[in-house]
Nanobody, 120 residues
């Protein structure tokens, strides 16, 4: 079994910054992709950013130029640096990882989420 634990959420004023972290632990051989999604009240979960094991990144248009995703493969950890935050960025941010645990196929795991609230 694999656990993803997020940290770094909180309350920040518009224009401020936060850095989210997500550490994976458990039965891990290697991790394929890692990423961040978010879900605001009354809305569907949406992709924020992803990063492959080789460091290729993908961002949602609404965060390009403001958010940066990175990962530390040695620590099985993914980060999300969020700058120039806007009130519409308020949501629960959830970590995702595609984990190999000794098989040819990876399994997607999800964290419990961390609340980010941006005040105007």
């Amino acid at each position: 079994q694999v656990q993803l634990v997020e940290s770094g959420g909180g309350l920040v004023q518009a224009g401020g910054s936060l850095r989210l972290s997500c550490a994976a632990s458990g039965s891990i051989t290697s991790i394929n992709h890692m990423g961040w999604y978010r879900q605001a009240p009354g809305k569907q979960r949406e992709l924020v950013a992803t990063i492959t094991s080789s460091g290729n990144t993908n961002y949602a248009d609404f965060v390009k130029g403001r958010f940066t995703i990175s990962r530390d493969n040695a620590k099985n950890t993914v980060y999300l640096q969020m700058n120039s935050l806007k009130p519409e960025d308020t949501a629960v941010y959830v970590c995702n990882a595609g984990v190999y645990s000794g098989s040819y196929y990876y399994t997607d795991y999800w964290g419990q989420g961390t609340q980010v609230t941006v005040s105007s």
